[in-house]
């Protein structure tokens, strides 16, 4: 995935807001888009709360190990029992140090380099765990405040830095204004406008980068 936009309002009855292009699937627990090759997942959430959404350099080129990849990471989290912070610290950040330490990687970069959003909603805790390397076992691991938020496989969250995330977080910012309580069909109009222009269907975050990418 390329990039994600969401808003994570306090006390609100629309306590998280997501826009992200993904799939539907559902094993009656968890609702998620599913990987073909390998099983995992870039968005999911479950019945109990618990939220998991990931961008990566990997999928976003459609670089798919059949075996493993981080996109099997949301799916672990959805499963466990963990807190957000328990799982980044001792589950992700762990599992990072031990494939690059314990030879497990044929080459360093055969690594992976990702964002990840865990969140607990039931807990108000929502955690951001970020891999800038392929090359290194580093995770960089940081709570998110509550507010609108955009998450890229290369900046990662909140980028100051890119101009298509401010372009974005500003975008979404003010389409979220009007919501209120009650989504719908609001959330489908928000979609639309978020991802297309009025001129020929482009799309409006990535006007820059899409034709660089690998399509099949």
């Known amino acids: 995935m390329g990039i994600v936009a969401f808003n994570w309002a306090e006390g609100s009855n629309n306590q998280l807001t997501l826009l992200m292009n993904r799939d539907n699937w559902e094993n009656r627990q968890i609702l998620s888009g599913r990987c073909e090759d390998n099983g995992g997942t870039w968005f999911g959430i479950n019945k109990r709360g618990r939220v ?17 990849g981080s996109e099997l990471y949301p799916i672990e989290f959805l499963e466990s029992n963990r807190s957000p912070q328990d799982f980044a610290l001792h589950h992700v950040a762990q599992r990072e140090e031990e ?25 108000n805790s929502m955690i951001h765990i970020r891999k800038p390397e392929q090359e290194e076992p580093d995770v960089i691991i940081q709570p998110v405040p509550f507010g609108v938020h955009t998450l890229s496989p290369y900046e990662g969250l909140d980028s100051t830095v890119s101009p298509r995330d401010s372009r974005l977080r500003g975008l979404f910012s003010q389409m979220i204004g009007d919501l209120g309580n009650v989504q719908q069909p609001q959330m489908k109009e928000i979609a639309g406008r978020f991802m297309y222009n009025a001129e020929g269907g482009r799309d409006v975050v990535f006007l820059q980068t899409r034709d660089e990418h690998p399509s099949r």
Not at 52 to 68: C, G, K, M, Q
Request: net charge negative.
């Open 99 to 123: 494939r690059h330490n314990n030879g497990e990687l044929d080459d360093p970069a055969d690594g992976w380099s990702y964002s990840l959003i865990v969140a607990d909603m039931t807990l």
């Open 52 to 68: 998991a959404f990931l961008v990566s350099a990997e999928i976003l080129l459609d670089r798919v190990d059949p075996d493993t």
